[in-house]
């Protein structure tokens, strides 16, 4: 490997199961390097979402190794696991915005609340709602915004304080296919500026359109990591 | 932490005040409650302590002489008393100082006086004072052989009473305190933690955008902090107020009564309970949010 041994995030031989005895992952191994793009696909309780949430250490694995950064993240000590937040953007289907803040105080929120100096925040939250085509609606609430500009907020967000891993789930999920565009054209954009991308979808049309690496989940196993990859193969 | 941050966690907590107003008064006035009773516990217990402490330190054996006993006499029991173990202070009182004791605590009993003076029949007598307690049972005893001693008086029973009662008083004042700072804890915890209910989702995007704990409780231990410490300004002026009021008519009506002054003990009181108002608020809130930031 020239990206080296380990890459950016590495799962080896993850499982985790569920205190109702739900397996939701079984033997995963998964490695993604710096500047991928990739979808994880697969049927609703393939594990997509664990596996989502294994990264960022909303859940822990119960057995196997979580890599971030080359760090097993289940050992991360608890005043550590806001720093590794730090450093994931994560996105939702239901963005997650807060209604009583407007677009340019949600975005300023994941700085206040990180502790950026004053200055950081009214400097880089423009330029991010810029970025993601929000400039003009910076003093609109969630309840004004379509449920596309509410998505780029949620993007914007998840950006502002510079993470180098993107993950993403559903984050078209309840979007009409157009507007869907726009957000995956977003997401092309910030993983050509360098941004890991991890998307776990069922948007067929737009993991067979766009061409990347592929994960295909079912049962909570990887049943196909294919590069360049549709999100089903025909079978016939 | 900046100074960005203290004032957004104070943001925050005013946010949530305002949020939850009746309830933050409610529990506000909850803690003042609690807090008035401790305080009221507090003043009885001290100044217990206090008269406790006064009687003991007063006359401890009193030793009555004849009348008939020449001065002579006198200044030989006097002697001998001074010589017994344990004894500090010998102090005579003449018949005309016994019976102007009598007039000052008898002030409105004009008949009773006015017959008690026309033939003075108390005693001249020793006040003895004793270094220990443990030696005024034996100098009482030895006091009683002396020549030209009619009888002896020592008010041992009544102040041992005094200190059980007064440690009674204490005990239970204490089992109320604890009682009464568990509630106060439990009624914090409750209504910071319909504030934590009503911000779950802004707490949820804080963590995910890794707000560390210390963060995130800040607000809401602000804000418990705030509740008890408003709730104990009002059982410090009430407190105030009452004692100052309760001094005054005591001082009026019974002036026997030695009552600690005001000051400094008011202040000293209202410190402490103050005191105790944040740190029942910040564990009250801490409590409620321990859930909510495991991970």
């Not at chain 1, 696909?41 to 990264?55: D, Y």
């Not at chain 1, 003093?139 to 993107?166: T, Y």
């Amino acid at each position: 490997m020239q990206k080296g041994l380990r890459g950016l995030i590495q799962l080896v031989e993850v499982w985790k199961a569920y205190p109702n005895e739900v397996i939701a992952l079984r033997e995963i191994n998964l490695k993604i390097d710096r500047g991928d793009f990739v979808f994880v696909v697969g049927p609703s309780g393939a594990g997509k979402s664990t596996l989502i949430r294994l990264l960022y250490r909303e859940d822990v694995a119960t057995r196997g190794q979580v890599l971030v950064h080359g760090k097993n993240v289940a050992r991360l000590r608890h005043s550590s696991i806001p720093l590794l937040r730090r450093t994931i953007g994560v996105i939702f289907q239901d963005f997650k915005l807060l209604p009583d803040r407007s677009a340019h105080d949600n975005v300023a929120f994941a700085l206040e609340v990180t502790e950026a100096p004053r200055r950081e925040i009214k400097r880089r939250v423009p330029a991010v709602l810029e970025l993601v085509g929000l400039k003009d609606r910076a003093r609109a609430f969630p309840h004004e915004l379509s449920g596309g500009e509410q998505q780029r907020v949620a993007i914007a967000r998840a950006i502002v304080n510079g993470p180098s891993i993107l993950v993403a789930d559903e984050p078209t999920g309840n979007l009409d296919p157009d507007t869907s565009w726009g957000i995956m054209n977003l997401l092309q954009t910030l993983n050509r500026n360098g941004a890991t991308i991890i998307m776990a979808t069922h948007a067929k049309t737009i993991v067979n359109a766009m061409k990347k690496r592929v994960v295909a989940m079912d049962h909570g196993r990887i049943i196909r990591d294919q590069a360049q990859g549709v999100y089903a193969h025909e079978v016939n | 932490m900046r100074s960005t941050s203290l004032a957004f966690g104070v943001r925050q907590s005013l946010r949530g005040l305002r949020q939850n107003a009746l309830m933050s008064l409610a529990s506000a006035l909850t803690v003042a409650l609690s807090l008035l009773v401790a305080g009221l516990f507090g003043l009885i217990i001290i100044n217990l302590g206090h008269l406790a402490t006064l009687a003991e330190r007063q006359v401890e054996v009193t030793v009555f002489l004849n009348d008939s006993l020449p001065d002579q006499g006198v200044r030989a029991v006097e002697a001998q008393l001074k010589a017994m173990p344990g004894v500090t202070q010998v102090d005579f009182v003449s018949k005309d100082e016994a019976l102007n004791r009598l007039k000052a605590v008898f002030a409105n009993d004009k008949d009773l006086l006015a017959e008690v003076e026309q033939q003075n029949p108390l005693y001249r007598s020793f006040e003895v004072h004793t270094d220990q307690p443990e030696h005024i049972q034996p100098t009482a005893e030895a006091a009683g052989k002396l020549n030209g001693v009619v009888k002896v008086n020592y008010k041992q029973d009544l102040i041992d009473r005094l200190f059980r009662v007064t440690r009674a008083i204490r005990v239970a004042g204490l089992v109320i305190m604890v009682v009464l700072a568990l509630a106060m804890v439990m009624i914090i915890s409750n209504t910071i933690r319909i504030t934590v209910f009503a911000r779950r989702h802004e707490i949820g995007i804080m963590k995910l955008v890794g707000a560390t704990d210390g963060f995130i409780r800040w607000p809401f231990v602000c804000e418990g902090m705030v509740l008890g410490l408003a709730g104990a300004a009002f059982a410090a002026v009430a407190l105030w107020a009452g004692y100052s009021w309760a001094w005054g008519a005591v001082q009026r009506g019974l002036p026997f009564i030695p009552l600690l002054p005001g000051q400094p003990l008011l202040t000293g009181l209202t410190v402490l309970i103050g005191g105790s108002g944040v740190v029942v608020g910040a564990v009250g809130s801490a409590l409620s949010l321990r859930r909510f930031l495991r991970v």
